[in-house]
């Protein structure tokens, strides 16, 4: 219980500082708070026109005024307007997150799916061939960063076989033909380097499991290969992919921004860094706050759901 | 310790083959697009015909149409019908509401939102303006005063009657715009007439025979009034634009869409054709290109010469060419910041002699694009196939020019070139990084700005160095707010005139063009300017623009259209690189 | 393992020396004023977008500029660049950003990390939160943040106006703190509660003798290892930072920089402006990083990584 008050507080801390720090950002971007107005009203601005725009942004109080409307803004959902095209922050934001969400949780499921039989069966057989050949592909995927795997899909499934559109159409679940063609590519060159790295932890783990003395003993009393494997070694050694994977359902939503701007997808990395070029101050914002809260959300529920799960982990925090 | 050595040498080898691997995968083959040469290619490239002088017209400039790709079917020989739709990819979204006088407009706005609204007048194929939304426009004698007439019978989509107080409404608001403002500078009051409420009075503060000229622009586009008021107070209303044109506005999802429907009671039969409309905003040129090609789009604008290159080889699409009263590409210098050496017209035509632009439009263009003398392109009024300008690199000239300022003014010349984040407006501005730098420039830098960022960088005057693209239309008046000084404002203030132009000749060329009616005289005061420009090498001149618009087979009527006095209609309808879409309809095929 | 040391060994010396060693092609002696060679390498409108010359089988579809079919060990650019001087002199500049980021994410993240694993307390607290809260912003978003709002669109133009190497120094160092500080401390806390130090505690030497003398040494070959990786992490974050065009100011290459740009040309079937560079980054990257396992596998780090 303790531990549960102590991640609380320390979430509640960070919520604070994270929305703090970007409601005033506004006011210490270079060129000050006059450029915020201009990019508003745009050119020809009046004395007045600036001092409503400043007010509207509260960028006339005080710092802590300032955090007080902003959060107030926030919270009752009036997220206002952006400078340039009017639209509303909020329904730009609702449709950039599903799309976000999608190669999120599509990159994990496909990631997951190899990378959890190869790493088993690479350990089991370590050292053999299929081992090596698995850990010096997953290697070689690692290292190969993902705005050069893009444009080679690309190049192959877009300009050479003409089998995927480009740029990519957003199309919803209802309508899984064209849905599938708009996320398969990014999809894929998101999944490359999350299998690699998953497929060497668990891997890891694995033969860290495997040469325990309860496998040895289970192997000495006669339980079968399969059972060995699925039943007893997998569960212990799932730790550190699970928390891997875990961490990334956060750090996924807003870390694709390259193979979002690559396959012109509007989910929530795309829309911040272009919301950065074009200087929508208020945007980014509340794209960063929304992402922020999505990171440390769910890794408040892991770490919970840690300390339910393991008694070890809240006494050994407690300790330190 | 050996078993290690041998495993990560292995790993190493095998690692890297995996990825190169991915890499045989895509580059299998070195498959281009197919260049079927037909009997079809267009010819609309080179310069067309040279300028002739209006007859019967009251201005200058006959402008011969943008040539169109001859399909193997004659075009004329088809009856449009009604019915169908279009998606259409443009160059860029439009990052400001809709509304006349706050949209900053580009070529894609126009294009988009010329559907919705209407302009006052439009140009026909010779280049004049013809009343349109209009019903007559007439001067006084003098040209100090002008009556607007609201055609009768036109209203918006939202049931607000066209009248003069919508056009009053619409010419106030259009005064306190940024741009539309600075047009509109000549105009002192203007009023409804009191003996006929479907008329607009509008009197000069000077004497401006130009001005119709103005009435086919962004100035002129005519907005519901009611909404107009409506949304002064309503941010998310601005973004639904209602004016009197061939569409009706549907819905508009930013950087994605922009939709439009038919509006039945379009005042000017039998146009619109199709059902609906949908604009794409599609950034980069070979995403455009390849949306055509898969078929998610039914037809795109673009200027890149590459895309341009390969349409006029390709069969499947045909291509429409629009340089009509095109847009010059140039560099633009600020030629009076102080402390800078480009206020030295040595420095400055250094920076030309240096440069070597038809080198640019032969690779980087893929050879479409013809070398540019001065800012008005062949039909534009005050064209001259040799204006005086350096065309060709003379590297040792340049190196003079810089060896004497340097002569009189020791130390360090720097310069700062600014461009965009695009590449091939980088890889221009590396080569003339080299071309300045060899000709004696000691540093030059390169400054790439964000697109958000580069209008009003421009706007601002935080530049030396500048690539632009500006200067379509017909008569030189259309230039008046780039050039004139009154536009001029000290950096770190907004103003049109860019390169913040001081210069009391070219003012005084300007100013008598606008008062003038004589098309002789304006064809002389014109070609004045050019070799102006010339001397002063106020700008580095680099090619008039084209723009392609390939289409899918079955889409006709592109730049074919007739006024409503019977007129053919010019093909750039008043604003470069855009056409109507209303004449456009689908079938035949 | 030495073909990767070799290969680094390569790349290093290469970006040191780009000015003067013969096999790199540059040329400046072309400017009569030495000063003005800023790019080091010219670019030729005969030699624009020319495949490599071992590779038979590319053509440009147009021999543009007339120039020879095929040139260079990884052909030319759209500017007539070489790209393998290009290359050359890219790994200096990718290098130094990575180098200097790492290398500044080092300092803090150890200074941090042994204050917060070493005294606990408040101060642990505090490091923890603040920690926390850097992690929270999407990493590469804060990058972009700071490395775009460093500019001043409302500065008036001189020739310094431009992107200077700091921000995005910075920017990539404040990515690699948090971790490297999570690394220290659960170092640091291991290491505090080792007999030798308690016993260098006992005797009563001050802590700061003893963090730098006891603890420190300790942690330093995992710091290594970790180190190596993030700095094949952090070449990697610059290349995406430049593929979103926040590298720095033109023409000076990195092979982030030059792989975007090359890009686009992929789409017309032109390969090798984005793909050499690639290879090469990819290389050293693999490189580094199997260095970084070498060490790691060395020095058991896995379990300090609590």
Partial sequence: ?320 | MVHIRQRSSRRLIAAALVSLGLVAVACGGSDKNSSSVTAGTTAGTTAAAPETTAAATATTAAAPTGTEAAAPTTEAALKPVAGGSIVMGIEADTSSPWRPSEMLCAISCHQVIRNIYDTLAMPNDKGVPTPYLAESITPNADFTQWTIKARAGVTFHDGTPFDGAAIADNLTRAKTGALTGNVLRPVDTITVDPADPMSVILKMNTPWAAFPYSLMGQAAYMASPTWLAASDNDDALKSQPVGTGPFIYESYVPNESFKMKKNPNYWNKPYPYLDSLEFRPIPDALNRRDALKSGTIDLLHTTNGETIAEMRDTKEFPMVEINNQAETGYTLLHVTQDGSPLQDARVRCALAYASDEQSIIDTISAGVGQLASGPFAPDQAGYLADSGYPLKQDMGKAQDLIAQYKAEHPGPLKLSLATTQDETNLTIAQFQKQWFEEAGIDEVTIDQIDQGNYILTAVLGNFQVFQWRNHGGWDLDQQYIWWHSSSSLPVGQLALNFGRIKDPDLDKLLDQNRASNDPAEKKTIAEDVNKLFAKQCYNIWGAYTIWGIPHKADVQGIGDFTLPDGTKGADGAGIAGTFPMMSVWRGGQ | MWIAIAWLAFITISAIGANWLPYIKHSCSQYPNPKQCSTHVIGDLRKIEKPPAWAWFAHPEKNIGNGPERTGIFGTDRNGYDLFSRAMFGARNSLLIGFLSITFGLLFGTFFGMVSGYYRGWADRVIEVMTNILLAFPALLLAIFIVTFSDNPNSTSSANDTRSIGPIILALSILAIPPLTRLVRANTIMYSQREFVIAARSIGAPNKRILFREILPNIVPTLLSFALTGLALLLVAEGALAALGLSVEAPLPTWGRMISSGQERLRQGIWWPALMPAIVMFLTILCINLLGDILAERFNTREAIA
């Avoid at chain 1, 690699?196 to 499991?209: E, F, N, V």
């Avoid at chain 1, 079968?224 to 007893?232: E, N």
């Avoid at chain 1, 870390?255 to 272009?274: A, D, H, P, S, Y």
């Fill in chain 1, 1 to 320: 219980m303790r531990y549960f008050v102590n991640r609380l507080i320390q979430l509640l801390i960070v919520i604070f500082a994270v929305t703090f720090l970007t409601s005033i950002a506004l006011r210490f971007l270079p060129g000050g708070s006059d450029v915020v107005v201009a990019l508003k009203t745009g050119p020809g601005t009046t004395p007045e026109q600036a001092k409503a725009v400043k007010h509207e942004l509260g960028l006339d109080r005080s710092l802590i005024g300032q955090y007080i409307q902003w959060m107030k803004d926030f919270l009752t959902g009036n997220w206002g307007y952006t400078f340039q095209t009017n639209q509303s922050i909020k329904s730009a934001i609702a449709a950039a997150l599903p799309i976000s969400i999608y190669i999120m949780i599509y990159a994990q499921i496909l990631s997951l799916l190899f990378a959890v039989p190869v790493a088993i069966w690479s350990a089991y057989r370590q050292g053999g061939k299929f081992d090596r050949i698995g850990t010096t592909t997953a290697f070689g995927l690692l290292s190969a960063p993902n705005y050069i795997v893009a444009p080679v899909l690309m190049a192959a499934f877009c300009v050479q076989r003409k089998w995927i559109p480009y740029p990519s159409v957003y199309a919803g679940i209802d309508d899984p033909v064209a849905h599938f063609k708009a996320f398969v590519l990014p999809v894929v060159t998101v999944a490359i380097p999350l299998y690699a790295g998953y497929m060497r932890l668990l891997r890891a783990d694995m033969i860290a499991t495997l040469q325990s003395d309860f496998i040895t003993t289970a192997r000495a009393s006669g339980v079968g290969t399969r059972s060995i494997l699925f039943k007893h070694a997998l569960r212990p050694s799932l730790f550190s992919i699970v928390t891997s994977a875990a961490v990334n359902i956060g750090a996924l939503v807003g870390g694709v921004v390259i193979v979002e701007q690559f396959f012109l997808l509007n989910g929530m990395g795309r829309l911040t860094v272009e919301s950065i070029f074009r200087r929508e101050y208020p945007t980014v914002q509340y794209c960063v706050v929304v992402l922020a809260l999505i990171y440390v959300v769910v890794n408040f529920v892991i770490d919970i759901a840690y300390a339910w799960i393991d008694p070890r982990v809240r006494a050994g925090r407690a300790l330190g």
